[in-house]
T-cell receptor, first 110, second 114 residues
């Protein structure tokens, strides 16, 4: 079946790195995604990785994928207060349906 | 418009009533998606339109839920005989080529059934 799990909460100091983790169960997923949700704002796609990749870097964001363990992580370098939000991991097997995790609330304190 | 627009932003209705939620996608986007996000949960897929037709409606929870997109642009999600468990934020997204990697989400409609 399809199931995506994330830890509920992460608290980091401003300037430190944040690592948000996600595990998924469906090995046939072709794409894995990270979304950001801020209060009063829509879901924002941060980045995604194709399942045949191990790593993707985009400015302060680094995505690591371990297919063997079905583990996905998002590292945010030099975390800022503006990064405080809920982060969702998601997977898809095709291009029409996303399966989301429960979300990780990231709190950045000064 | 500049983004995906959903109306109303908030809707309070009584149990048993009928509601309609509207989504205006980005102009020219052929693909449209509906998701439902319950409190403390991630969004759950409901239905996906490509043009006027529902390409995948496997996420609709039961026959009280129905969605249409008659002209391939605006979509309406319709819920009959609402129940308290239907309370959630209903999210709409659209994309230009049917690729969810290129989808933009609206801010959602918060539905509260009392």
């Amino acid at each position: 079946g399809e199931d995506v799990e994330q830890s509920l909460f992460l608290s980091v100091r401003e300037g430190d790195s944040s690592v948000i983790n996600c595990t998924y169960t469906d090995s046939s997923s072709t794409y894995l995604y990270w979304y950001k949700q801020e209060p009063g704002a829509g879901l924002q796609l941060l980045t995604y990785i194709f399942s045949n990749m191990d790593m993707k870097q985009d400015q302060r964001l680094t995505v690591l994928l371990n297919k063997k363990d079905k583990h996905l992580s998002l590292r945010i370098a030099d975390t800022q207060t503006g990064d405080s939000a809920i982060y969702f991991c998601a997977e898809s097997m095709n291009t029409d349906k996303l399966i989301f995790g429960t979300g990780t609330r990231l709190q950045v304190f000064p | 418009g500049a983004g995906v627009s959903q109306t109303p932003s908030n809707k309070v209705t009584e149990k048993g009533k009928y509601v309609e939620l509207r989504c205006d996608p980005i102009s020219g986007h052929t693909a449209l998606y509906w998701y439902r996000q319950s409190l403390g949960q991630g969004p759950e897929f409901l239905i996906y339109f490509q043009g006027t037709g529902a390409a995948d409606d496997s996420g609709l929870p039961n026959d009280r839920f129905f969605a249409v997109r008659p002209e391939g642009s605006v979509s309406t999600l319709k819920i009959q005989r609402t129940e308290r468990g239907d309370s959630a934020v209903y999210l709409c997204a659209s994309s230009s080529r049917g690729r969810v990697t290129e989808a933009f989400f609206g801010q959602g409609t918060r539905l509260t059934v009392v």
